[in-house]
Nanobody, 123 residues
Framework: QVQLVESGGGLVQAGGSLRLSCAAS????????MGWFRRAPGKERDFVAV????????YFADSVKGRFTISRGNASKKVYLQMNSLKPEDTAVYYCAGDLSWSRIRDGDAGVWGQGTQVTVSS
């Protein structure tokens, strides 16, 4: 089973960009679909994006489509979330997650989670 550690969060002005990274350890990383979720203050956790094990398939929440991209490097065991045109409503703790099932992540859950990284977008 993989273990996940996020990095790259911070404070950015509206309209700016950030790139989150997720470093994985453990075996069979390329077998795992990987995703990003977020939890805004006082709200439930939301799905953001998912990428298949091979990296050939991605899927995004409507709220971030066209602004965020997800990518991965299986040799480096890393997953990235590039966030552009950030809005104050993107403020949240962002979590990296992995699962052997791509559809499980797309549907809002995962078997392996990172500890989260804070993203704050100021207006």
């Amino acid at each position: 089973q993989v273990q996940l550690v996020e990095s790259g969060g911070g404070l950015v002005q509206a309209g700016g960009s950030l790139r989150l990274s997720c470093a994985a350890s453990g075996r069979a990383f390329s077998s795992y679909a990987m995703g990003w979720f977020r939890r805004a203050p006082g709200k439930e956790r939301d799905f953001v994006a998912v990428i298949s094990g091979s990296g050939s398939t991605t899927y995004f929440a409507d709220s971030v489509k066209g602004r965020f991209t997800i990518s991965r490097g299986n040799a480096s065991k890393k997953v990235y979330l590039q966030m552009n045109s950030l809005k104050p409503e993107d403020t949240a703790v962002y979590y990296c997650a992995g699962d052997l099932s791509w559809s499980r992540i797309r549907d809002g859950d995962a078997g392996v989670w990172g500890q989260g990284t804070q993203v704050t977008v100021s207006s």
